[in-house]
């Protein structure tokens, strides 16, 4: 395996599991607020505010897992 195939891959890991984490914490966080996305019923504005805190938890994941990416390449 070439080194720029392993690098890709292992920045594309990152962001995956930089993506899903967030998800996680944020539709976590909503649930501890009280927000829950998967709440049976109609959609109200508790699910609404669920489904923002998941989409905040995805964007902060994302920008984490890319901002210790940037860091670990100056290091190099």
Not at 17 to 45: E, M, Y
């Amino acid at each position: 395996m070439q080194v720029d195939t392993r690098t890709a891959l292992l920045h594309g890991l990152i962001d995956a599991v930089g993506f899903v984490g967030g998800a996680l914490a944020g539709w976590r966080l909503g649930r501890w607020f009280g927000f829950d996305i998967l709440a049976p019923g109609p959609w109200t504005l508790d699910s609404l505010a669920g489904w923002a805190f998941l989409i905040a938890g995805l964007a902060g994941g994302k920008w984490l897992s890319m901002r210790w990416r940037a860091r670990s390449l100056t290091k190099q």
